[in-house]
């Protein structure tokens, strides 16, 4: 029994020590990201872990840099005097990872395919005259009346940033998946070693010709140090947090923060935000239903429920949240303080105003039915807290437990609660895809069904995100950018529940892990 | 034999046609929106509707469920919604981790409860039928994830004998795949050991009693040869039926398991379409589980007549 106990342990450590060695050497990057990769077209999809694989295989005619300023990525740009004439020629040396070469009129397909289910995007074709690839480098777009974001709508980082692709899979017709990941990006994806909902890997793209500026958010020069990068998905945090202590992975891009703790203690751990911006949680009411068709009962509702509250329950630790009024972020160049007023005062001063805007509003007593995700960490607490303040203040609550799949199904739904409907759900939002009026989906007045769930409508807003489409400086669009801010508090557009950071953990091997929007791959050495 | 062994295969393909039906239907009528899971949560309806459009998803459920079928009986299991992959080709891929999971599992579980089995039945009463008795009561009680997590503390993170999580495949070489799935394979096992060795005990303890067994001690065989060649054997049809359906009800430890210790196997891609709504992958992993359950049913039958020569199929 002894002898057969040695075999079986040197077994194992021979086992062990095999596998420890090194099979060739490359650099490799192992991550655990925040999310699965199950789907690969970052055009159709608005889905954040789409949007960082996106940037890894596919580029971008402009990026944005850390001054929120559109430059230039693949193409530089010029603009007519009367901006009506936008110009961009491609740089030199840029190929597809299938070999050809990048040609304008590839890029003028993956506009139109990127504006077509892009809601920014719709907005930019509202306006422009054509669009059209005058030679192999040249392509030239030309509006039909005054536009003026069009550089920052070809640079936004999110939710769907306008990637290029070649022209045969830029015509896949709409609502149909890119499934063949041929880009132009700093990355090439392995599609052999791709396993939905576990594992992607993308390897050094060796033909990419990185720009000479220095890297800045997704502008500048992209240049890789790393030859491999796989993601690992994890279900487990646990499980994530043992494999980076362990050298099994060397970054996970979001980490629980009440598991930080254990993390901190590592010397061979850091920890920090590599986003550089962080999430606003939204709680959203639903304008077509009772209470909250009611705007005093929408601003009841905002009076009772507290920012600081709600972000205690979801994340804890003050250090990783900011309590702000902006809808746009609290540290992006349009942030203001307009409408401030509803998240101001003491917990029971604006109780009483709650109380007081409910009476006024001829409240009947009509359940409010508050959709509650069990299986979304982030999300699974708020509205058990809102309910109990939107209780004291006399609405009568009924909070519904569902997964998020059947969450994101129902919201969809402009039916009455008892078939189906909602009045009240929570998400959040990357400060990326809200900084602005014209991304900014849950600022849509129109009340449309084709807007974001909850459909409040306001002429106003309409004329003020229209007119902001063409205002011509930074002052005129804060202007407007604070009177809409004003308006979605008064009329109870939503409820901004505070902003959250993400906090990453990586190896402390790791070096120049860059900032930037979204998890950034570029820059990074080991 | 072989016309049992037919027989019973046809008798599978309405129990099949049924599981399809019903697997069909409830996934139709649970809340959800595959669209939404590939569009994402910022996807406005118009997005939704082109998806759904594409699809087929908003075609009558009558036909969805006819071109389904007619599919699989040309062998087509379709593709996932989601990614956009052949479901086979999906389950091809994480069938391997799941298998070696289980089959790992069922290594310890005999290896480790028949012995303990026959050795509490043997000693009835005694020390060891009590610390076998507790074993088991602790293999019952403890969540796999306890157990899964308690394993990687001591054996990865304190001795550092075994990686924390990951799996490698058989082609990568034995022992970097050993190395892996010892620890899950142990933690999975702990519920099984648990039940087989309470069912052997108690098989055992029944055919102890038997005429037999006392002739057979009367002749003067040795302990050994009366407990494993002649208790044992005639005490297998009961062990047998549970080692075989504890086989089969390892998906729902499976799924744990490769949770706590990352290995992407079927159970966690079953989660991942649920989560997602991705009906085709659901269907065809659940129809092929059922598949499996009315497979290892038919052989757990077969093998009866392995250890009892009296069992004879017609």
């Excluded at chain 1, 796989?230 to 646990?238: E, L, N, S, Y």
């Excluded at chain 2, 118009?46 to 699989?72: E, T």
């Excluded at chain 2, 729902?252 to 992958?281: H, K, Q």
Aim: glycine share 8%.
């Amino acid at each position: 029994m002894t002898f057969r106990f040695k075999t079986f342990g040197a077994a194992a450590l021979i086992a062990g020590s095999v596998h420890a060695m090194p099979a060739f050497a490359e650099t490799a990057l192992n991550v655990v990201m925040q999310a699965p990769l199950r789907t690969l077209d970052p055009i159709l999809s608005t889905a954040q872990i789409v949007r960082t694989h996106g940037f890894m295989v596919f580029d971008t005619l402009l990026g944005m840099d850390a001054k929120y300023n559109p430059q230039p990525q693949m193409a530089e740009y010029s603009v007519s005097a009367d901006k009506m004439t936008y110009t961009f020629a491609l740089r030199d040396g840029l190929t597809w990872h299938d070999g050809t070469p990048v040609k304008a009129e590839d890029c003028v397909a993956s506009i139109k395919r990127w504006a077509a289910n892009d809601g920014a995007g719709r907005t930019m074709m509202a306006s422009v005259a054509s669009i059209e690839a005058t030679s192999d480098k040249v392509l030239v777009i030309k509006l039909a009346k005054p536009f003026g974001q069009v550089l920052e709508l070809l640079a936004k980082p999110s939710p769907v940033p306008p990637f290029m692709m070649p022209k045969r899979l830029a015509e896949t017709p709409a609502g149909k998946q890119v499934t063949e990941m041929v880009g132009s990006g700093p990355f090439r994806f392995v599609a052999e070693q791709y396993r939905p909902g576990d594992q992607a890997v993308y390897v050094k793209n060796k033909d990419y010709k990185p720009r000479s500026e220095p890297m800045s958010w997704t502008a500048g020069g992209k240049v890789v140090n790393v030859d491999k990068v796989v993601w690992k998905a994890m279900p487990d945090m646990q499980t994530s947090i043992n494999a980076l202590q362990s050298g099994d992975v060397d970054l996970i891009e979001q980490v629980t923060i009440d598991l930080l703790p254990l993390l901190k203690a590592n010397d061979e751990i850091k920890t920090g935000a590599i986003n550089a911006l962080g999430s606003q949680v939204t709680g959203r009411f639903n304008h077509r239903l009772p209470p909250f068709d009611n705007p005093k009962a929408r601003q009841a509702a905002m009076y009772a429920l507290d920012q600081d509250q709600l972000m205690q329950t979801a994340i804890g630790d003050s250090q990783y949240y900011k309590l702000c009024a902006s809808v746009y972020g609290c540290d992006v160049p349009l942030a203001s303080d307009a409408g401030s007023e509803y998240l101001k005062g003491s917990a029971k001063e604006r109780m009483a105003k709650a109380k007081e805007l409910l009476k006024a509003s001829g409240y009947d007593g009509a359940p409010v039915l508050m959709m509650q995700p069990t299986d979304l960490t982030i999300l699974s607490t708020q509205p058990i807290v809102a309910a109990e303040r939107l209780r004291e203040a006399g609405f009568k609550v009924d909070v519904a437990a569902m997964d998020w799949a059947t969450l994101q199904s129902r919201k969809n739904s402009t039916q009455p609660v008892a078939q189906g409907g909602w009045n009240m759900l929570f998400t959040y939002w990357g400060v990326a895809g809200i900084w602005n009026p014209t991304v900014h989906a849950l600022l849509d007045g129109s009340g449309s069904e084709t807007a974001w769930s909850g459909w409040p409508r306001n002429a106003r807003v309409e004329e003020l995100r229209a007119a902001y489409l063409t205002a011509p400086t930074l002052d005129e669009q804060k202007k407007l950018a604070r009177e809409i801010q004003q308006i979605a508090f008064d009329e109870g557009f939503y409820f901004n529940a505070g902003e959250f950071q993400s906090v990453a953990a990586w190896r402390a091997k790791l070096k120049n892990l860059q900032p930037g929007p979204l998890t950034l791959f570029w820059g990074v050495s080991k | 034999m072989a016309s049992y062994f037919l027989r019973r295969l046809l008798m599978a393909i309405p129990v099949m046609f049924f599981v399809a039906l019903f697997v069909f239907l409830l996934l139709r009528l649970t809340p959800g929106d595959p669209a939404q899971a590939i569009a994402g949560d910022h996807a406005t309806p118009a997005q939704l509707a082109a998806i759904r459009d594409h699809l087929g998803l908003d075609k009558p459920i009558a036909s969805q469920f006819a071109a389904w079928i007619g599919n699989m009986a040309t062998g087509d299991f379709g593709e996932s919604l989601i990614s956009q992959r052949p479901v086979l080709e999906m389950i091809g891929q994480r069938i391997g981790p799941t298998l070696a999971l289980a089959v790992m599992a069922m290594i310890f579980t005999v290896v480790i409860s028949l012995p303990l089995g026959v050795l509490a039945a043997w000693r009835h009463g005694g020390m060891v039928d009590r610390f076998v008795m507790a074993l088991s009561v602790v293999g019952f009680s403890i969540p796999i994830f306890v157990i899964g997590y308690v394993l990687i503390a001591v054996f990865a993170v304190d001795l550092k004998w075994f990686p924390v999580q990951g799996y490698k495949p058989l082609a990568e070489g034995f022992g970097p795949f050993l190395h892996r799935i010892l620890l899950p394979g142990l933690a999975l096992s702990f519920f099984y050991i648990a039940l087989v060795s309470r069912m052997t005990r108690a098989s055992m303890l029944e055919v102890l009693r038997e005429d037999y067994v006392r002739t057979a001690r009367a002749k003067g065989l040795g302990e050994r040869i009366v407990l494993f060649r002649h208790a044992l054997r005639n005490a297998a049809i009961p062990i047998l039926t549970v080692v075989g359906t504890g086989f089969a009800m390892m998906v729902s430890g499976v799924v744990v398991t490769e949770t706590v210790f990352n290995i992407p196997g079927l159970g966690r891609l079953v989660i991942d379409g649920v989560l997602a709504r991705d009906y085709p992958l659901i269907q065809a992993i659940i129809l092929l589980t059922a598949g499996a359950y009315v497979l290892i049913n038919l052989l757990i039958d077969l093998s009866y007549a392995l250890s009892d020569p009296r069992i004879r199929y017609q």
